[in-house]
């Protein structure tokens, strides 16, 4: 019997998807192998397909801003990985970039308000944590782009191939760890990397404030029952 996601693993998969993007995209590079740009663009378009299909067996019957952005963004995924040019580029970046605007504000509206700590609960707050990241990642992408050399420490010029150094830049710098190691050098990149800072600590804050809440609440309801 084919298994379908539910209400109770939806964000598992999602989280799978996101992190094997991530690991795939890396260990590419690890191993100097070819083909990135291939190997991303199916990851991402795999992706954007897992969180629509996540979103839509939530709590949300149509997650129809998503569906529409992942439709153009896998489209644009196989056009590019054909014709192997850089003149799609902006337009991934920016189609990838509001598509995971859309679905952290879906995936915050099913984590917090649903009203109950589960399994899924937890990992919804995982997932929202890495789609923070990888949506300043494709916010630095983007400036890249357009004004090339605002982040030290890249190595190449698509931003296929760049994808795991700026997840790395980004998730260290929303944990406010910062190695140092890939610096950003312009007014606007040093913008996102401050406000990303502080969205990293603010999210814990609430997350945990928030979780708290949900199980008193839960506790109190139990015992006046």
Not at 59 to 80: E, R, Y
Not at 121 to 139: D, K
Not at 146 to 163: A, H, K, M
Not at 178 to 206: C, H, K, N, Q
Request: hydrophobic letters at 55%; glycine letters at 6%; charged letters at 10%.
């Amino acid at each position: 019997m084919k298994h379908k996601p539910t209400r109770e693993d939806n964000f598992i998969w999602l989280l799978a998807a996101l992190v094997l993007l991530l690991f795939l995209s890396a260990l590419f590079s690890q191993l100097g192998l070819k083909g990135a740009r291939l190997l991303v663009n199916a990851g991402m378009g795999f992706t954007v397909i897992t969180a629509v299909w996540s979103m839509h067996s939530a709590s949300f019957k149509w997650f129809s801003p998503g569906t529409l952005i992942a439709l153009v963004i896998v489209i644009l995924m196989i056009v590019d990985s054909s014709i192997e040019s850089d003149v799609l580029a902006p337009v991934q970046l920016v189609a990838t970039f509001l598509f995971l605007a859309v679905t952290i504000f879906f995936a915050w509206r099913e984590v917090m308000f649903t009203g109950d700590i589960t399994r899924n609960t937890i990992f919804g707050a995982i997932c929202i944590y890495m789609l923070i990241g990888l949506w300043f990642g494709f916010a630095y992408m983007i400036v890249e782009y357009f004004d090339p050399e605002s982040i030290s420490g890249l190595d190449s010029e698509l931003w296929q191939e760049n994808l795991h150094t700026i997840a790395y830049y980004s998730m260290v710098t929303l944990t406010t760890l910062g190695y140092g190691d890939i610096t950003p050098t312009s007014p606007l990149t040093r913008f996102l990397a401050y406000m990303e800072a502080a969205i990293g600590v603010f999210y814990t804050t609430v997350l945990v404030a928030s979780l708290i809440g949900l199980r008193l609440a839960g506790y109190t309801s139990t015992k006046q029952e």
